[in-house]
């Protein structure tokens, strides 16, 4: 069963994924990884040179290349849940969890990382604001829990997705 960790730029989809994969000796998945491994460039020079539509047509397929039958842990990128049939589909490998942070915390960690994504530069604070905001009920709606990734904490978060898998997984019959 798959674990997707789905959430706004910033709210540490990769270091929990990895961490989270790490503790179960499971594999993570990091789709921005992946997308830049595959195409030999930087995501930022996939936006610059393709276009985000091009992007987005890479994030799906990754998604989409998913064995269903597999096991660990999915950290997506931010705008996956744009797509409905992401949305849907990311539902159906297992288990999502959103992690939630407030836009403060968001904003201070991307300003703080001085990351190239392509977004912060393209929109502007007030723009990735506004995006933050219509994106919120897309996560609600594509995740099964929800969780505060406000704490600068990874191994705790990694610790509390950990628990939200072990919730969903069907439990095993008692023996007689
Ligand atoms: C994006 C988020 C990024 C990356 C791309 C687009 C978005 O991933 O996929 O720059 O649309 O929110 P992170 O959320 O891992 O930064």
Known sequence: MWISLIGFMGSGKSTVGRRTAERAFASCIDFDAEIAAEAGRSIAEIFARDGEAEFRALERRALEAVDRDGDGVLACG???????????????????VW?????????????SDGGERPL???????????LYLRRRPLYAATAHFRLRA?????EETARRVAACRSAARPRKEASP
Do not use: C, F, M
């Not at 992690?99 to 300003?111: F, G, I, K, P």
């Not at 912060?120 to 506004?130: Q, T, Y």
């Open 78 to 96: 931010g705008g996956i849940v744009e797509a409905w049939s992401n949305r849907e589909l990311l539902r159906s490998l297992g288990v999502v």
């Open 99 to 111: 992690l939630d942070a407030s836009w403060e915390t968001l904003r201070a960690r991307l300003e």
């Open 120 to 130: 912060v530069g393209d929109l502007g604070w007030d723009g990735l604001e506004e």
């Open 150 to 154: 406000d704490l600068d904490d990874v």
